[in-house]
C-alpha cells in the first residue's frame, strides 16, 4: 500500500473523504489509521460544509478495518445529528 488511501464515501446526504495511512504503531491492531475530511451535506443539490470535528480517528489492522470504523463512526455521529435524536 502507498502510504495513504483515499476513499470517496457517502452517507445517507452526506460525502465525506476517508484517508487512510499506515502508522508506525507497533500493534498490529493500530497499523492503519482512518480520518476524515471534507465532510459535505447535500440540501437542495447543493453541497454545505460541515464541520465533523468531533468525529474521532479510527485504527484497525487492516486498512478495510479501519475504514469500516471510522465509517460506523461517521454514521454514528450523522445518526446523534438526525431531527428527533
Do not use: N
Not at 508506525?24 to 471534507?38: G, P, Q, V, W
Not at 485504527?59 to 446523534?80: K, L
Amino acid at each position: 500500500m502507498p502510504s495513504s488511501a483515499f476513499f470517496p464515501s457517502r452517507f445517507r446526504e452526506y460525502v465525506y473523504d476517508v484517508t487512510v495511512s499506515q502508522t508506525t504503531e507497533c500493534l498490529e491492531s493500530k497499523r492503519f489509521c482512518a480520518s476524515i475530511s471534507h465532510v459535505e451535506r447535500l440540501v437542495a443539490d447543493k453541497l454545505l460544509p460541515v464541520d465533523a470535528a468531533e468525529v474521532t480517528t479510527a485504527y484497525g489492522a487492516t486498512v478495510e478495518e479501519a475504514r469500516a470504523r471510522v465509517d460506523r463512526a461517521v454514521q454514528q455521529w450523522i445518526d446523534e445529528r438526525a431531527p428527533g435524536a
